[in-house]
């Protein structure tokens, strides 16, 4: 079965599963497109296997992941699985109709995986010889910045930043390359009608 460029998530069942972190960095592996077994899966997340074959299963169940091949090595069957689309995606309206908590867990849980992601990290270096500042010179960058935009402005900024990451998206894991993580969120501070908003903060600009 080949995969599609677009699906739209419409089962609650499906919709649970975006909100558990272990499921949605499941989904997040494949962005090489690249079909996996559950083993594979589990290496790659260094997570144990059988608790992660469940997630796999689950997302098979709820039709987010897919069985695209199976190989036999000897005495085993190994199945391949990929993502039933490139792009995942929910509506909104959908979420909100079934429930609203369920719309907090799924938007929070990039934020919950990231966060896991970054004390791991955190921890790797402080338990390891590493000169703790310098890796973090090397490897880690910081931005948090406000700024007024207007609708065509924030479109072009969403656009420029997307291609660029696409230009980066593509290289393989070869040549000393080391896996990054790489999270931005864009949101609006103040309301469409600048009038309801009676507050004027300054903003600030951090960087490191």
Do not use: C, W
């Given at each position: 079965m080949a995969m599609k460029e677009f699906f739209n998530v419409t089962d609650p069942e499906a919709l649970k599963s975006l909100a558990i972190p272990e499921r949605v960095k499941i989904l997040e592996l494949f962005e090489d497109l690249e079909p996996r077994t559950a083993k594979q899966i589990a290496t790659e997340l260094g997570e144990n296997a059988a608790r992660l074959h469940y997630h796999v299963k689950e997302l098979v169940r709820v039709g987010l992941l897919q069985q695209v091949d199976t190989r036999v090595k000897g005495s085993i069957v190994e199945k391949y699985y990929e993502p039933v689309a490139k792009v995942i995606q929910v509506k909104l309206r959908l979420m909100i109709e079934e429930n609203a908590q369920q719309l907090s867990d799924i938007m929070f849980t990039p934020f919950r995986t990231t966060e896991k992601d970054l004390v791991r990290t955190l921890n790797r270096f402080v338990a390891s010889d590493v000169d703790v500042r310098k890796e973090y010179k090397d490897t880690f960058a910081y931005n948090l910045t406000e700024f007024y935009l207007?609708?065509?402005?924030?479109?072009?900024?969403?656009?420029?930043?997307?291609?660029?990451?696409?230009?980066?998206?593509?290289?393989?894991?070869e040549n000393g390359r080391r896996k990054f993580k790489f999270f931005d969120v864009l949101f609006p501070v103040t309301p469409p009608?600048?009038?309801?908003?009676?507050?004027?903060?300054?903003?600030?600009?951090?960087e490191a």
């Amino acid at each position: 079965m080949a995969m599609k460029e677009f699906f739209n998530v419409t089962d609650p069942e499906a919709l649970k599963s975006l909100a558990i972190p272990e499921r949605v960095k499941i989904l997040e592996l494949f962005e090489d497109l690249e079909p996996r077994t559950a083993k594979q899966i589990a290496t790659e997340l260094g997570e144990n296997a059988a608790r992660l074959h469940y997630h796999v299963k689950e997302l098979v169940r709820v039709g987010l992941l897919q069985q695209v091949d199976t190989r036999v090595k000897g005495s085993i069957v190994e199945k391949y699985y990929e993502p039933v689309a490139k792009v995942i995606q929910v509506k909104l309206r959908l979420m909100i109709e079934e429930n609203a908590q369920q719309l907090s867990d799924i938007m929070f849980t990039p934020f919950r995986t990231t966060e896991k992601d970054l004390v791991r990290t955190l921890n790797r270096f402080v338990a390891s010889d590493v000169d703790v500042r310098k890796e973090y010179k090397d490897t880690f960058a910081y931005n948090l910045t406000e700024f007024y935009l207007s609708q065509e402005e924030r479109n072009e900024l969403v656009a420029e930043i997307s291609d660029l990451l696409q230009k980066y998206k593509g290289l393989k894991n070869e040549n000393g390359r080391r896996k990054f993580k790489f999270f931005d969120v864009l949101f609006p501070v103040t309301p469409p009608d600048p009038s309801e908003d009676d507050e004027d903060d300054d903003f600030e600009d951090n960087e490191a």
